[in-house]
């Protein structure tokens, strides 16, 4: 009896023990303090952790970009973007391009491009129900024909590309544009040469049909590195085209790495020539298009927007000072336009000017002009 009275007094004591302890925890803060010091501990320690990974990655990218310059080429060409995605590229007309046709050309064994033809908005009503072969004959009708070549990523849908093709119509131009091999529904594998290669089969494909008609080239982004090439290359086989235009360029493949946006962070790294841009020239990319200039003979004409994140203005305005001194130029005009910051037009929206129809009427008249002198 003595006993079991002695274990209730046991079993009260600790009740009355265990209770203490959790009103001294629940009134006392410091274990909870120390609960809190190991958390902010495994905290640290897991942040530590994860920035330990980010500068072995930031250290390991340029050895791994060394290592496989395709990284490089792939990053310049960014032909796996297809931005806008659900579309079709053989309905134009899905795009509100109701007066373009889809051709499919070949300029090589293996490597087939798909090219959209705009007619001017003028023939828009005769253009309805048109097969091929009539949008091939506009092409000798009495109005210019301008080749647009694209920059990086994307395809010939891309929003900005049918806005331009859209005000271009809207002035009177046939539009000619396509993707490069590898691009959109294109098939090959991009390189610099393949890109230029391509280029000229369509021009000489327009060249085929267009009769007396001028034939202006017009370049956007990477697509002016694919421009000049191709216009060096008419001219050093003299057939130059009538103008050649040149939106948001830059000088040379090289110094648009080094002063793109995404180098940013590797820009003040040691040896950033050695990692980032020797790759470059090794991959046989080059776009020199401070080297071109040199040797084209037409006229020029430079737009570039002063905001410009992707293509710095002073890379365009550096090209132009390159351009216009040239002895190649000395019998042609060459012209450079440039676009306030305030106007918001940054790469690839200079089309929204409403001075653009006004520029290139002046610009493409007078050169209309040279090219019938220099015919008679």
């Known amino acids: ?106 300029p090589e064994e293996g490597v087939t491009i798909g090219v959209w033809h705009t007619v001017p908005a003028v023939l828009w009503k005769n253009a309805q129900g048109k097969d091929q072969v009539w949008y091939e004959d506009t092409l000798a009708s009495n109005h210019p024909i301008i080749l647009y070549l694209h920059g990086n990523a994307g395809t010939r849908g891309g929003d900005h590309r049918v806005a331009l093709y859209k005000v ?7 539009v000619v544009t396509f993707d490069y091999r590898g691009w959109g529904d294109s098939i090959g594998t991009p390189t610099e040469g393949g890109m230029t290669y391509d280029a000229l089969h369509v021009f000489d494909w327009i060249k085929a049909r267009s009769g007396y008609n001028p034939v202006y080239i017009w370049g956007h982004s990477l697509g002016t590195g694919v421009a000049t090439n191709l216009v060096r290359r008419l001219c050093e086989r003299e057939t130059p ?38 790759p470059i020239t090794s991959s046989g990319i080059k776009f020199a298009n401070d080297e071109n200039v040199k040797y084209i003979s037409c006229s020029l004409l430079i737009l570039h927007a002063e905001d410009d994140p992707i293509v710095p203005f002073h890379l365009g305005r550096k090209l132009y000072n390159i351009a216009a001194p040239s002895q190649s130029f000395r019998d042609f005009k060459v012209q450079f336009i440039p676009f306030h910051r305030d106007l918001g037009y940054r790469h690839k929206y200079i089309y929204k000017s409403p001075e653009l129809p006004r520029i290139l009427r002046e610009f493409l008249g007078k050169s209309e002009h040279e090219h019938h002198e220099l015919r008679h």
């Open 241 to 278: 085209p009538d103008a050649l235009i040149l939106e948001s360029p830059f000088t040379n493949i090289r110094e648009e790495a080094k002063s793109h946006p995404f180098s940013v962070v590797y820009r003040y790294f040691p040896g950033f020539d050695w990692f980032f841009l020797d």
């Open 168 to 174: 271009l119509s809207s002035l009177g131009y046939h």
């Open 1 to 106: 009896m003595f006993w079991w009275c002695g274990c209730l007094g046991a079993c009260a004591d600790t009740c009355l023990f265990v209770s203490s302890m959790k009103v001294c925890r629940f009134f006392f803060p410091v274990p909870l303090k120390r609960s809190w010091t190991w958390r902010r501990k495994g905290l640290w320690f897991r942040l530590r952790k994860i920035l330990l990974w980010l500068l072995a990655l930031y250290i390991a990218i340029p050895f791994l970009v060394k290592l496989c310059p395709g990284i490089q080429a792939k990053l310049i060409f960014l032909n796996f973007v297809r931005v806008p995605y659900f579309i079709d590229l053989k309905k134009p007309q899905e795009q509100g391009l109701n007066h373009t046709y889809n051709y499919y050309l070949q």
